[in-house]
C-alpha cells in the first residue's frame, strides 16, 4: 500500500493505490499507515476532527480523504486558511454579511459556513482565528447556527475538521485560544509525521513527483541518482513534503538527461541533525543586564546625577523597586549613596 501527502498529485493525477479514497497518498512508512488507520476509523463519524503536524505534511489532503469516506462526500468540501484571510474580512468569509451591514457592503455575501451546509468546512491554520471569532466558532460547533454580520441567525450542518502547526495547548495558556473551543476540536486529533521522521519514504516520493512533474513540463527526466537521494537522506526538510515537491519541480526544469544527477539543497539545513537556533533573551534578562552594566559604571551609585538613576533617567525609587523585581542585590560602596 502507498500513500503520499501532496495536493497537487491528488488534484492532478491518477495514482493506484487500495482504496480510492485515499489517492494521492503514497508512503510505507508506519507513521503514514498509521495516519490513514486513523481516517478509516473517524472518515465516517461526524464528529470533529483536529489535524496536527507542522506545515506541508499533507493536512489538507487528509482532510480531503477524511470528507470522501464520509457520508458528506456528494456535498460541498470547503477550504479555508484562517491565517491568510485579512482581519478585517474574516468574520464576513466564514460567517457571511447582509447588504449594507457596515461600510463596503454593497452586496449579500454567504460565509463559508452556510456554502458548506450539509458538506465539510475544513478550518486550516486554526490557530490563526481570532479570539472573538473563535466564540462565534464555539455557537456554529454546539448551536449549529451562523449569525451573519447584520443578519439573523441561521441553521447549518457542517463537519468541521481543523488543522494547525501551533501548540494549541501553549496557545491556551498565553490566552491566545479558547479551551472550551480546544475541547470541541479536539475530540479526534491526527498528527501527521514531518517527513525527517519518515525519511524511507523520501526515494518513492522524489521519484512520483519527478514523473508528475515531467509529464506536465514534457521533458524526458525518469528519475533521481542514488547519491542524490542519498543527500536528500541526509537533509533534515524544515519544508517537509511541500519542500520536496517544489525540489523535485525545479530539478526537472533544470535537467537535461533523463536522470536528475545534481540537487542544490539550502546549505543551512544540510545536516542530519537539528541545529538548535541561538536562544533570544527575554526582555526582563535584556532589562537586567542594562540595569547590570549601569550599576557597574556608575560604582553601583544609585543617586545623583552620576548615579545609575541618573544615567538610566529613572527615578531612584523606581530603580530600586526594579531591582528588587529583577533579584538585583544591592552592592553597597563608599559611593552608593552619594
Not at 496536527?52 to 460541498?76: D, F
Not at 455575501?109 to 462565534?136: H, M, S
Amino acid at each position: 500500500m502507498k500513500f503520499i501527502c501532496s495536493k497537487e498529485v491528488c488534484m492532478n493525477t491518477k495514482v493506484l493505490t487500495a482504496e480510492d479514497e485515499f489517492k494521492g497518498i503514497i508512503g510505507d512508512a508506519k507513521s503514514i499507515r498509521d495516519v490513514l488507520d486513523n481516517i478509516r476509523i473517524v472518515g465516517t463519524s461526524d464528529i470533529s476532527v483536529l489535524l496536527l503536524g507542522e506545515s506541508g505534511t499533507g493536512k489538507e489532503l487528509v482532510a480531503q480523504s477524511l470528507h470522501r469516506i464520509s457520508s458528506r462526500k456528494s456535498k460541498p468540501f470547503i477550504a479555508v486558511n484562517c491565517a491568510a484571510l485579512p482581519a478585517n474580512l474574516i468574520e464576513s468569509e466564514l460567517f457571511g454579511h447582509e447588504k449594507g451591514s457596515f461600510t463596503g457592503a454593497i452586496d449579500k455575501r454567504i460565509g463559508k459556513f452556510e456554502q458548506g451546509n450539509e458538506g465539510t468546512v475544513f478550518l486550516d491554520e486554526i490557530g490563526d482565528l481570532p479570539l472573538e471569532l473563535q466564540v462565534k466558532l464555539l455557537r456554529v460547533l454546539q448551536e449549529k447556527e451562523v449569525e451573519p454580520i447584520g443578519g439573523l441567525k441561521r441553521k447549518v450542518n457542517v463537519r468541521i475538521i481543523a488543522a494547525t502547526n501551533r501548540n494549541l495547548e501553549k496557545e491556551i495558556s498565553m490566552g491566545h485560544f479558547r479551551l472550551d473551543l480546544y475541547y470541541r476540536l479536539n475530540v479526534f486529533p491526527i498528527t501527521l509525521p514531518p517527513l525527517r521522521e519518515r525519511k524511507e519514504d523520501i526515494a518513492t516520493l522524489a521519484n512520483h513527483f519527478v514523473n508528475i512533474y515531467a509529464r506536465k513540463e514534457n521533458k524526458a527526466v525518469i528519475g533521481v541518482a542514488d547519491h542524490v537521494i542519498q543527500s536528500m537522506l541526509n537533509y533534515n526538510w524544515p519544508g517537509n513534503i511541500r519542500e520536496l515537491e517544489n525540489l523535485m519541480a525545479r530539478s526537472v526544469l533544470l535537467t537535461d538527461g533523463p536522470i536528475i544527477n545534481s540537487l542544490k539543497l539550502p546549505g543551512q539545513y544540510q545536516t542530519s541533525a537539528i541545529v538548535p537556533l541561538e536562544r533570544i533573551k527575554s526582555m526582563m534578562e535584556n532589562e537586567r543586564d542594562h540595569i547590570l552594566s549601569a550599576l557597574e559604571r556608575c560604582n553601583w551609585k544609585i543617586y545623583g546625577q552620576d548615579g545609575a538613576a541618573g544615567l538610566l533617567e529613572l527615578n531612584p525609587s523606581t530603580l530600586n523597586s526594579r531591582m528588587k523585581k529583577l533579584g538585583i542585590e544591592k552592592k553597597y560602596t563608599r559611593n552608593s549613596y552619594k
